[in-house]
């Protein structure tokens, strides 16, 4: 498990934390969740981390906080309200922050149930029993209690390419199997709110790249295919542009608005860094004839492959409220975050190893081979 502790310490200047205090975390076995524990494990939170290890959690990505005594990790479902009704009791957390999910949308387009079972019936049990817990606080706990919800900017569907950025008053409009059930978490988590008072923050945020990303998403997949000299299946015309941040930048955003934001509010997270999906994977070839040459140039494995269905045209994310009210701002630029990501792909390629064997042959066997015919 050692490799995987290299070239993964992040800077945490600047941000301030409940000191001390313990935080709920959910999906923190996941790619971001992973990420925040690490990063609320060096400000000094005890974390209670809840997940259900499914293909997409992975506990080698803890392994820096092994033996950590203040890295607690319980194997289970936010669906179970009796386990939560338990931790809850047990560990008297100050805040909830909840990234369980399903968050593939290919595998929301093949398999949506799930979607629906964890994205929404999840969240709502995860609701159920954060307002039973917060209801029996003392009244100095109970305001300061959070319950920070972590959404997408999926939820508002799609622009065309002069039209504004999302805003946190875009209507929703979702698209696929999952930005629906996503958004339909957000509407669970409002409403807790508005009928019961529960003090939740929703957070909407941008496409994330980075490490511990699991290699079905776009940047990791194009990273493995093109050290593995496999095709670089770009999906329809490779003009889709997303808005790129690096997980370390959004893990930092989610601190300031569990510390600052105000209850009841939603805040977009974006990485100001809009990016066709074709730009993307020739960047990412650039950095890997230059780090790993073998296979140069990794361009010539870019392969046209049939589209999603629905496929969003673009996302584009307006955080002007996150950065004027809570003075964030991302730390990487999209240019020196890819790189670090490059790196740490290539500084790990034992956890890829682990993470791409068994059942995630089975899923490229199944998403690619249909796609063949572009
Ligand atoms: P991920 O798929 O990497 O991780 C999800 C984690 O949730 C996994 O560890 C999984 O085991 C766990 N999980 C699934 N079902 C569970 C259940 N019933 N109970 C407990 N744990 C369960 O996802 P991610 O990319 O880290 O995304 C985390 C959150 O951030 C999601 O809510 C997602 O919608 C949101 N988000 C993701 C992105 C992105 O670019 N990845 C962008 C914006 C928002
Ligand atoms: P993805 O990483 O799945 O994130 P999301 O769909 O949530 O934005 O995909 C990012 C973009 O890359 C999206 O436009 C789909 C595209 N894509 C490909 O072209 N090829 C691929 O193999 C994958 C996984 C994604």
Same mark, same amino acid.
């Given at each position: 498990?050692?490799?995987?502790?290299?070239?993964?310490?992040?800077?945490?200047?600047?941000?301030?934390?409940?000191?001390?205090?313990?935080?709920?975390?959910?999906?923190?076995?996941?790619?971001?969740?992973?990420?925040?524990?690490? =990063?609320?494990? +060096?400000?000094?939170? !005890?974390?209670?981390?809840?997940?259900?290890?499914?293909?997409?959690?992975?506990?080698?990505?803890?392994?820096?906080?092994?033996?950590?005594?203040?890295?607690?990790?319980?194997?289970?479902?936010?669906?179970?309200?009796?386990?939560?009704?338990?931790? /809850?009791?047990?560990?008297?957390?100050?805040?909830?922050?909840?990234?369980? +999910?399903?968050? *593939?949308?290919?595998?929301?387009?093949?398999?949506?149930?799930?979607?629906?079972?964890?994205?929404?019936?999840? !969240?709502?049990?995860?609701?159920?029993?954060?307002?039973?817990?917060?209801?029996?606080?003392?009244?100095?706990? +109970?305001?300061?209690?959070?319950?920070?919800?972590?959404?997408?900017?999926?939820?508002?569907?799609?622009?065309?390419?002069?039209?504004?950025?999302?805003?946190?008053? !875009?209507?929703?409009?979702?698209?696929?199997?999952?930005?629906?059930?996503?958004?339909?978490?957000?509407?669970?988590?409002?409403?807790?709110?508005?009928t019961y008072g529960l003090?939740?923050?929703?957070?909407?945020?941008?496409?994330?790249?980075?490490?511990?990303?699991?290699?079905?998403?776009?940047?990791?997949?194009?990273?493995?295919?093109?050290?593995?000299?496999?095709?670089?299946?770009?999906?329809?015309?490779? =003009?889709?542009?997303?808005?790129?941040?690096?997980?370390?930048?959004?893990?930092?955003?989610?601190?300031?608005? /569990?510390?600052?934001?105000?209850?009841?509010?939603?805040?977009?997270?974006?990485?100001?860094?809009?990016?066709?999906?074709?730009?993307?994977?020739?960047?990412?070839?650039?950095?890997?004839?230059?780090? *790993?040459?073998?296979?140069?140039?990794?361009?010539?494995?870019?392969?046209?492959?049939?589209?999603?269905?629905? *496929?969003?045209r673009r996302y584009a994310?307006?955080? $002007?409220?996150?950065q004027g009210e809570l003075?964030?701002?991302?730390?990487?630029?999209?240019?020196?975050?890819? $790189?670090? !990501?490059?790196?740490?792909?290539?500084?790990?390629?034992?956890?890829?190893? *682990?993470?791409?064997?068994?059942?995630?042959?089975?899923?490229?066997?199944?998403?690619?081979?249909?796609?063949?015919?572009?």
């Amino acid at each position: 498990m050692h490799g995987f502790k290299k070239k993964h310490e992040e800077k945490n200047e600047g941000l301030k934390s409940m000191n001390g205090k313990t935080l709920l975390v959910t999906g923190g076995a996941g790619f971001i969740g992973s990420n925040f524990v690490l =990063q609320s494990l +060096a400000l000094d939170y !005890t974390v209670v981390n809840l997940d259900l290890l499914t293909y997409a959690g992975n506990l080698e990505n803890l392994a820096s906080a092994e033996g950590n005594p203040k890295h607690i990790f319980v194997e289970g479902s936010i669906a179970d309200g009796d386990l939560l009704q338990r931790l /809850l009791a047990e560990h008297k957390p100050a805040a909830i922050v909840h990234f369980a +999910a399903e968050s *593939h949308v290919d595998r929301s387009i093949t398999g949506p149930e799930a979607f629906v079972e964890t994205n929404v019936v999840g !969240t709502f049990h995860l609701l159920q029993a954060g307002l039973a817990y917060w209801q029996a606080l003392s009244k100095d706990d +109970a305001t300061n209690f959070r319950f920070l919800h972590v959404s997408t900017d999926e939820v508002y569907g799609s622009l065309g390419p002069n039209d504004p950025a999302f805003h946190e008053e !875009t209507p929703y409009q979702p698209n696929s199997p999952y930005s629906a059930s996503k958004a339909g978490s957000d509407h669970l988590v409002r409403a807790y709110f508005h009928t019961y008072g529960l003090p939740v923050l929703t957070t909407n945020c941008s496409n994330n790249y980075g490490p511990f990303q699991f290699p079905e998403k776009l940047i990791p997949l194009m990273i493995h295919n093109a050290l593995n000299g496999k095709a670089l299946p770009v999906y329809g015309d490779g =003009q889709n542009v997303r808005d790129w941040l690096y997980v370390g930048d959004h893990c930092r955003a989610i601190h300031e608005v /569990l510390l600052r934001g105000r209850v009841g509010e939603t805040y977009n997270v974006g990485g100001l860094s809009e990016k066709k999906n074709l730009d993307v994977i020739h960047i990412l070839c650039g950095i890997l004839d230059e780090l *790993h040459p073998e296979g140069k140039p990794h361009d010539q494995l870019i392969t046209y492959v049939k589209d999603r269905p629905g *496929h969003d045209r673009r996302y584009a994310i307006d955080c $002007r409220k996150l950065q004027g009210e809570l003075g964030w701002a991302p730390q990487q630029s999209f240019e020196s975050g890819i $790189r670090k !990501t490059v790196e740490w792909y290539l500084d790990n390629a034992e956890w890829v190893q *682990h993470v791409t064997s068994g059942d995630y042959r089975k899923w490229v066997k199944a998403n690619y081979a249909e796609r063949s015919n572009a």
